[in-house]
């Protein structure tokens, strides 16, 4: 008997990564999956066995995508700074374009959902590691102040990445008013933005703590 068409998987990953967004691992149904696929229950079967093999290798294969693209920004010429700053860059671009599924992964391993939850603990300290090895060089190097390196990762993932997957999310549910979320785009989510936040994020990582004023304990009401 022939062996079916080696195409079909690829014409379903395609379809997965076009519901995704919408639709996550929990709510996303075969029968809507096939039909958009234009494909039938069996074929579905007959490549990926069940739903959660599906949803394991369409999520990995949309993060590989993008963690090729990280990681190929960490091996440029430059100093450690550098290539941090544009790695940032970039994983703020990719958050703009890819926010949507990712914060589905998320929300569907809150849920208890077993593939989203897989999925995060197979890739969840992948990126962090790149970005990590960066500050430690760029510490290492002097080109930052003396910082714990987790502090200063999570100094730049709030003030960078965050803002990428809140900002969508505000403006989707349509509760902001117009010129919030144009004031959104124009400031936060265009390019010039992302790269102001990144160049204010890497220069106050570079300011000693002796340069940091406290307020008194006693001046907080």
Not at 78 to 87: S, Y
Request: hydrophobic share 45%; with cysteine.
């Amino acid at each position: 008997m022939a062996r079916p068409s080696q195409n079909i998987d690829q014409t379903l990953l395609q379809s997965g990564r076009a519901l995704f967004p919408h639709c996550g691992c929990c709510d996303l149904s075969l029968r809507a999956l096939t039909e958009h696929a234009q494909v039938n229950m069996g074929m579905f079967h007959y490549h990926f066995r069940s739903k959660d093999n599906f949803l394991a290798i369409l999520l990995q294969s949309m993060y590989e995508e993008l963690f090729q693209q990280l990681q190929a920004e960490t091996l440029h010429p430059g100093t450690a700074l550098q290539r941090l700053r544009q790695t940032m860059l970039l994983l703020a671009r990719l958050l703009r374009e890819h926010g949507g599924w990712l914060s589905r992964v998320w929300a569907d391993a809150s849920r208890g959902n077993v593939a989203a939850n897989h999925f995060l603990q197979k890739n969840g300290a992948r990126h962090m590691q790149l970005i990590l090895s960066l500050i430690l060089q760029a510490i290492q190097d002097k080109e930052l102040q003396d910082i714990a390196p987790m502090q200063a990762f999570t100094f730049l993932m709030g003030s960078i990445a965050a803002p990428m997957l809140i900002a969508p999310r505000v403006m989707q549910l349509g509760f902001a008013p117009d010129f919030f979320q144009e004031q959104m785009k124009e400031t936060v989510l265009s390019d010039r933005g992302i790269a102001e936040r990144v160049d204010r994020a890497l220069f106050a990582l570079k300011q000693s703590a002796s340069t940091i004023t406290h307020a008194p304990e006693n001046s907080i009401k």
